[in-house]
């Protein structure tokens, strides 16, 4: 005997896709928008904030810009990729931003190695394609060629 599955509700799959991982409330609604009616998302996400299954949009801002810092990403990637997700941007101060940076370019040069002109040129597309900006990026290649040596020519 075959049995057929029963379609999810719109709320049923918000709480699935809640518990699989944070959303926003946006990304949430696109995802439901693919398979239910407006009428129904809507229903869904009145339920998941009656029930407090989804996180307010600062906290869930705070969580994800935490998690990209962690892994060394620039303010101005964090927030383009924040509001992406329909989340409101962070700040993040200068001090951290060249921190981030630097601890980067350190991990990424080996010890007691002089940097030159190949070295820098690739530690420039990684802090650009990792969302620095120009007088970051200048800075911190700055303070690593002067901890690292004169660069090569």
């Known amino acids: 005997m075959m049995t057929t599955k029963k379609p999810k509700t719109a709320k049923d799959r918000a709480a699935e896709l809640l ?10 609604r696109a995802k439901l928008s693919r398979y239910y009616e407006y009428s129904e998302v809507e229903d869904a996400i009145e339920y998941v904030q009656a029930n407090n299954f989804m996180l307010p949009a600062t906290e869930l801002s705070d969580r994800v810009a935490a998690t990209l810092g962690a892994k060394k990403k620039a303010s ?15 700040a993040v101060s200068r001090e951290e931003e060249i921190q981030k940076a630097r601890e980067l370019l350190d991990s990424k040069l080996a010890h007691g190695a002089s940097l030159d002109y190949e070295e820098e ?4 597309r990684l802090l650009a394609n990792r969302g620095f900006d120009e007088e970051i990026i200048e800075e911190v290649v700055r303070q690593v060629r002067q901890a690292h040596g004169p660069r090569a020519e």
């Open 19 to 28: 518990a699989t991982r944070d959303h926003s409330e946006a990304e949430l």
């Open 76 to 90: 101005a990637y964090i927030n383009e990729y924040l509001k992406a997700k329909g989340l409101p941007p962070v």
């Open 121 to 124: 040129k690739k530690f420039y």
